[in-house]
């Protein structure tokens, strides 16, 4: 995994939290593949650092590929919904991650977090083509599932 250097970078942390992650969005409307667009989409996960190439040139078609900076210690954003549709977040390279918190590191049979309720201001936002697209992350139902990981 990458994570941007920092000045108090030390290599003894036990694991620093912040990491560049390749997401997919598969399925995205057609309207919303221009580079404006996927950044503030992508924002929504996290700092978008880069666009995958065939995402820009529309040469892949299937889905959009973003490289965004994720904080592994809060739940990933599972579900982003783009003017009342909901779009699924998938991520590459993350083997381990718990459907029950949606926490990268353990799994749901020894999570610790599961019990307790997460903020609602977490779940909610919205993004709409014209401006910023209306968005909402992590609708209620199924949040978390194996479907957000790539294989």
């Known amino acids: 995994m990458v994570r941007p250097w920092a000045r108090g970078f030390s290599t003894d942390q036990a694991h620093p939290n912040n990491f560049l992650v390749w997401v997919r969005l598969p399925g995205l409307p057609e309207g919303m593949y221009t580079k404006s667009l996927l950044k503030s989409i992508g924002g929504i996960i996290g700092p978008v650092a880069k666009i995958d190439q065939n995402t820009e ?75 910023v697209p209306k968005t909402s992350k992590n609708t209620k139902e199924e949040r978390f599932d194996p479907w957000m990981l790539v294989e």
Do not use: T, W
Not at 84 to 90: A, D, L, N, P, Y
Not at 93 to 117: D, N, Q, T
């Open 57 to 131: 040139n529309r040469s892949r078609g299937q889905f959009a590929r973003l490289a965004v900076f994720v904080n592994l210690d809060q739940p990933l954003v599972s579900k982003i919904v783009i003017d009342g549709r909901i779009q699924h977040v998938e991520y590459e390279s993350l083997p381990l991650v718990c459907f029950g918190c949606g926490r990268y590191g353990h799994s749901k049979e020894i999570c610790s977090y599961s019990h307790v309720l997460e903020k609602p201001s977490k779940m909610e936002g919205d993004f709409r083509p014209q401006e």
